[in-house]
Every structure is written in C-alpha cells, then in structure tokens.
C-alpha cells in the first residue's frame, strides 16, 4: 500500500468547512483513498472513500485530484463533534489481492473544532 | 447488528502473564484485523486473517499469536505479557471484494501490564 502524509494538526472554527489534505504521491491506479476518524478513545469510524472521481455522502466530500497523487477530506460545516483524529489511507481493494488483508494507518491528522 | 464486539473492555496483567483478548463480529465478513494503539499514536497492524482458518503477520506480530476456526471469532492471545505491549488493542473487520475495504471496528481493550 502507498504511503500517505498528512499534516499532524489543524483547527477549525465550529460551523465552517473542515479542509484536511492528504499526500499519497506513490498512489498505484488500483488503489482506494480512505479516510477514517477516531474520537478520543473510541474505535476508528469509516467516513468516505474514493478511486478518482470525487465523493459525497452524508458526513463528508472526498476530492481527488486529477494525477490522484492527493486527496481532500471536506466536512462542510463543521461541528465541535467532529474533533478527532482523521487517518488517510490507500490500499489496494480486491478479495484476492496478496496484500487485501493488510491495512495500516499512519498518525493521522488532529482535527480540533472550535467554538 | 452488534457489529464488532471485543472483551474485556479493560484488562491488568502482571509480566509473564498470558491472556487471551476475544473478537466477534457478526456481519459474516470474510476479513479480521488485530491493532494496537499506543497512547498518542497511531494504529499499528498485528495480525490479520482473510477468512476461516487462514492468518498472517502485520507490522508487529511478536508476542502475539492468532487463530481464526471460525469466520466470527478472531482471539489474540499474549504468551507473555510485557510492559511494551501496554496498550490499547482494537479488532476490526470488513467484506472482501473490489472497493467493498470499509473496515468496521470493536470499541477496544485496555490493556496494561506491569
């Protein structure tokens, strides 16, 4: 799986758009972008993923630049809820991949929403 | 659903000592992983399973072992447990198949060994 780099913290105002940034510049044509988050204490929650176009769901927007040698997690309004930590990763998918079991995570991005 | 459930929620063992952390998800999903979590890190991979009777190593495998009999059982046991491996532990597990890699995880067991 191609490694990711995410900037170790960053603020936000409570109510206005959440921008994290994530690097994954040895990104292969097979490989997902995922993003998960984890509140203090809590197991990791799955957010969003995408291959290359960009995605929207109910928590969140994924945009993947063209060359997908990065990605941008936005969470549109963002609530004091929404502080945690957010993991980027990318890994191959595919029930018979060698390496489809395997998953890890770097240290993320320190998300603090404040009033 | 219960999802993915872990116990005990908390655990203290003296060195030397062995135990065994349990797992179960009931979603019939084919992949389980094993992760700790030390304080202010991020996850690392134990071990892994891509289904019923079939285990591999992750990032940091020693002092752990794994056994997968059945697809919603995934045990982590310690052989003998060490101050280092002071810890929080998750499992996790999600479907096979293209872009179906959404992995659900358990609420964790922490763990601390003096």
């Known amino acids: 799986d191609a490694k990711t780099t995410q900037p170790p913290s960053m603020d936000c105002a409570e109510g206005r758009a959440a921008n994290l940034p994530c690097n994954h510049s040895?990104?292969?044509?097979?490989?997902?972008v995922y993003w998960y988050r984890q509140i203090h204490s809590q197991g990791p929650q799955y957010i969003i993923h995408g291959l290359k176009n960009n995605e929207t769901n109910e928590m969140a927007s994924l945009i993947i630049t063209e060359d997908r040698k990065s990605s941008t997690l936005i969470l549109p309004h963002a609530t004091l809820r929404d502080t945690a930590v957010y993991y980027c990763i990318v890994r191959v998918s595919g029930l018979y991949n060698t390496n489809a079991g395997k998953s890890t995570f770097g240290d993320g991005t320190t998300l603090t929403v404040k009033p | 659903n219960a999802g993915v459930t872990q116990t005990p929620k908390f655990q203290v063992l003296k060195t030397g000592q062995s135990m065994t952390l349990q797992c179960a998800q009931d979603m019939n999903h084919e992949y389980m992983s094993w992760y700790r979590q030390d304080p202010g890190m991020g996850l690392r991979l134990i071990h892994y399973?891509?289904?019923?009777?079939?285990?591999d190593q992750g990032e940091v495998p020693n002092g752990y072992n794994v056994s997968r009999s059945t697809t919603e059982d995934f045990p982590l046991r310690l052989l003998s447990a060490a101050p280092s491996q002071t810890s929080v532990y998750f499992c996790?597990?999600?479907?096979?198949?293209?872009?179906?890699?959404?992995?659900?995880f358990g609420p964790g067991t922490r763990l601390t060994v003096l």
């Open positions: 040895t990104i292969s044509g097979n490989e997902y």
């Open positions: 996790a597990s999600r479907a096979g198949g293209a872009g179906t890699d959404t992995q659900y």
């Open positions: 399973s891509v289904g019923a009777g079939i285990t």
